[in-house]
């Protein structure tokens, strides 16, 4: 831990004592369907419950593999046209779906007042890179492009999503930035994302073990999902920044892979984008979704909500 040990909340030492307590298997241990349901119980166990919604609807949508299930959340029965949030679960591309991210979609549609669409793209190993994010590209064009299916008119996207959602969200925006729907993406959240390739940095090494997220896990899914080194649809911090739309990025300040969301945020004040970096102080991996468990983390959720809807210009 080097010279000082890290300042953990609270209730985040609870829950991580409640987690050392409970053991297990990791998750490089577990079958691949193991490791899906240990991911859905964490989050069942640890959010907070659902929001009652006006309308929570599966909707599907092509793509390049297939039909592409979505689920739409709004807290209202019809709106005006305006912002559409597109919503990218994390699970490292491997074990996440609507299902772990049900919660968190409800509280990000009731909280900000716009329609949510999550999708649910195709998973690793089966699916290995870059399908998941072909998915989640496609997802985000039809979007744009189908008010009549959705019965709300885009003005324009909002791109979010935590983790491996983080890093697709950072690529969508990137690949729509390159080559434009039929509307903008106006914003971008990415929460605890991986932006460059986290394997050798710093935080890895001082969160590996004990903090939510493992380095064996990260092994785990990059060895599942095959990213391509030196492909900035992989790492996107290989991309060009300049052009990049006004941004809200948020890392936690005990994550393995914190390193990789500070490097994405020091690229983006090199390119002179308009963005609001937020690091959550005593917080780990995944606190989007360990809101019951971790209660403080809800404050920071909202956080995150208040600099969107700055950025929005609906504060």
Known sequence: MGNSEPFIREDVKSLLKLLEEAGGP????????????????????????????????????????????????????????????????????????????????????????????????????????????????????????????????????????????????????????????????????????????AIGSTSIKEFAEGFILTKDAIEFFDLAYQPVRGDPRAFPILSDHAGTPPTVLATASLDPIRDSGRDYGAALAAAGVDHVFLEMKGLTHSFTNLRQAVPSAQVDLERIFAAMKLMLGRA
């Open 26 to 197: 990791a998750l490089s241990e577990m079958t691949l369907d193991e490791a899906r349901a240990s991911y859905v119980a964490i989050h069942a166990m640890a959010d907070r419950p659902a929001r009652e919604l006006a309308v929570i609807q599966d909707l599907t949508c092509p793509g390049p593999g297939g039909e592409i299930p979505l689920r739409l959340y709004d807290a209202r029965e019809s709106r005006e046209p305006g912002p559409v949030i597109v919503f990218f679960h994390g699970g490292g591309y491997v074990i996440g779906d609507l299902e772990t991210h049900h919660n968190l979609c409800t509280e990000i549609a009731a909280q900000m007042d716009l329609p949510v669409v999550a999708v649910d793209y195709r998973r690793a190993p089966e699916h290995p890179f870059p399908a998941s994010v072909d998915d989640c590209e496609a997802a985000a064009r039809w979007i744009a492009s189908n008010p009549e299916a959705l019965s709300r008119t885009a003005t324009g996207i909002v791109t979010i999503g935590d983790s491996a959602g983080g890093n697709a969200t950072i690529v969508v925006t990137q690949q729509l930035s390159a080559n434009p729907a039929d509307v903008p993406v106006v914003l971008q959240v990415p929460i605890f994302p991986l932006a460059s390739d």
